[in-house]
DNA sequence: CAGAATCCGCAGCGATACTG
DNA sequence: CAGTATCGCTGCGGATTCTG
């Protein structure tokens, strides 16, 4: 699962594969990525309605957030010309498959947080009752 | 969506739910935290099993996912009290659910790979093309 | 309004060495 | 073997300023 070159060049294909979509895993569930494509798959957005959507994120990294999913083909783009500018943020066909999937994780981990907390609890009790 | 504890004491139980259920996701998507899940996904491993099969890894970032995973209740620790130590990591049944759904995800973007790399070309190309 | 550019602090990572 | 402890450093991410 290495990214270096070192290997045989037919192998090479496919750890750039695998290194690829681990690279575009990131953006997707990275911590903005997810926020920003939750937030989309209600519908389109100006770029300050999604900054306050999606609050606590700055500027800059909703603007890098979504130029790497523009850039892997997730969101789309559309800027009116005009002044003062426009720009509408949009899933795309292949955005929206994600965003739906990603959503039915999240809403596995959601449901499941009550067991997440007992689980967190006994294993903190559990370690405390070591240190005594 | 804020974390800051500003807030009425009604909805404050709903934005710990939702920070909590955040601080999972980002254990789970996180890098490790994602090829770890898939690495016990094909079975129960030894530390160091583990470690070589999830190649980059280092000692102590694997054994820092494994404690979060553990902890939010994904991970079973076995460990024998032997010289030397034995200990088996293997997923909980919940575990178990989030590593398929999670699969889903990975395997929906892997396939997906091919088009995303043409976007990406496409969205470079115009780039440069502004450039010029 | 929508972003680009710049500066900067500190959390988090990796490498290394040590322990039971 | 399965970790813990320590340290140096990189780079993520926030704040601020500037442009079209």
């Not at 509408?88 to 449901?111: K, N």
Request: net charge negative.
């Amino acid at each position: 699962m290495s990214c270096d070159a070192e290997h045989d060049q037919l192998v090479a294909d496919v750890f750039a594969r695998a290194c690829t979509s681990r690279g575009v895993l990131e953006h997707v569930t990275g911590r903005w990525g997810t926020l920003a494509l939750a937030a989309l798959a209600e519908g389109p957005f100006r770029f300050n309605a999604l900054r306050r959507k999606v609050d606590g994120v700055s500027e800059k990294m909703l603007a890098q957030t979504l130029q790497a999913l523009e850039r892997d083909g997730f969101v789309h783009r559309e800027a009116e010309p005009t002044i003062p500018p426009r720009v509408e943020y949009s899933l795309t066909p292949l955005g929206a498959e994600v965003a739906g999937r990603l959503r039915e994780l999240i809403e596995l981990v959601e449901g499941r947080v009550p067991e997440v907390e007992a689980a967190r609890r006994a294993y903190d009790e559990a370690k405390s009752a070591v240190a005594r």
